[in-house]
């Protein structure tokens, strides 16, 4: 379960009472089947492959241009969205050597039980290209657990009549490329996931696309991922012909998969910034004020949210001072946003109040 914590203070300077609220999101407990990759999602990025102290840990793995394995040989463009993607991960460490690599080189193919094979390898992967070109990817798309399920959230696979696709095994949509009515491609699909491959310790983030200009669309988006907010364990993009001139032109995020329970709190609808701090400014005896928020399931599954207060210091502080919110208690789906208004009440009869603490949690249930 994600709970997040605001601690709030209260300050009082003259006859006026001065409210700081600093927002400090803590991962209390997170009931996930390996809480390790709790905390470790899209939205962490550039972590794992730049590490916290900016130890720059990955190598990129393009495709052979050539027919290799099940696979056939790669675009150019997938080679550009690996450019992108290092590049930027580049830019955010401040030590280490990016590793590149070649899919044919880091795995091989058993022609006579049709298996692809990655050897171990001590770096964390960023694989571009999708499954009928990168051999690495091809590998990761069909790895199975022990019950024979995929283990990617998000794979390729074909419909009934043989067409390519993009499946999201939780909510069972689709996706596949389009077409106009001259046959020109219309709507391009592509994957970004982030997965931990635990037979190898290593982090795998796979950048894939039903064609390659999808796949060089997600590259693209990849290197911005902050603005796009990205979150969870896959994020599927769409990239399409907006004015119908028959060149694709605009990417959108179309949906978003979930890592087990969990929320996070934002400014904005967007879910581009973090809510850091909240400062309510100045309130007087009997004064309220509200400020709005923005609460995304980040979760794989629907969710109800539950707000409480605790450990108030001094414990008289509780007598005076009340913490609430508009949220009426529907279930909130993944990936939906819900804007919540806060509100800070101070009661008329407040006294002998100096400072004050709190903890106020939002929490999924």
Known sequence: MRILGFRAFLHSIGKSLVFLVFAILLLLSCRLINTARCSTTLESLPQPFVSPDGLLNCSVVVASSVGHGPCGGAHTMDVMGAIMIGGKFGLRANQGI????????????????AKVYVRDNSSNLVVVGGPGVNQVTWYYNN???STGGRVLPVYFDKDQNG??????????????????????????YGTITLFHDDAHGVWVLLISGLGGLA???ASSLLTRYKNWGLFGGASIVRYVDSNGDGYLDDMTIVESVGVGESIEVYW???CTSVVGSILWGTLYAGESKNVTVYVRNEGESATILSLSVSDWSPIEAANYLSINWNYSGFSVKPGDVVAIDLFLAVDLRVIGISDYAVDVNISSN
């Open 98 to 113: 990016l590793g590149t690599t070649m899919d044919d080189s880091v795995s091989t193919y058993d022609y006579g039980t």
């Open 143 to 145: 790895l199975r657990n």
């Open 163 to 188: 067409v390519d696709i993009i499946h999201v095994a939780s909510s069972g949509h689709s996706y596949t490329i389009e077409y106009d009515g001259s046959g020109r491609v219309k709507t391009d």
């Open 215 to 217: 796949t060089n669309a």
């Open 268 to 270: 904005d609808s967007n």
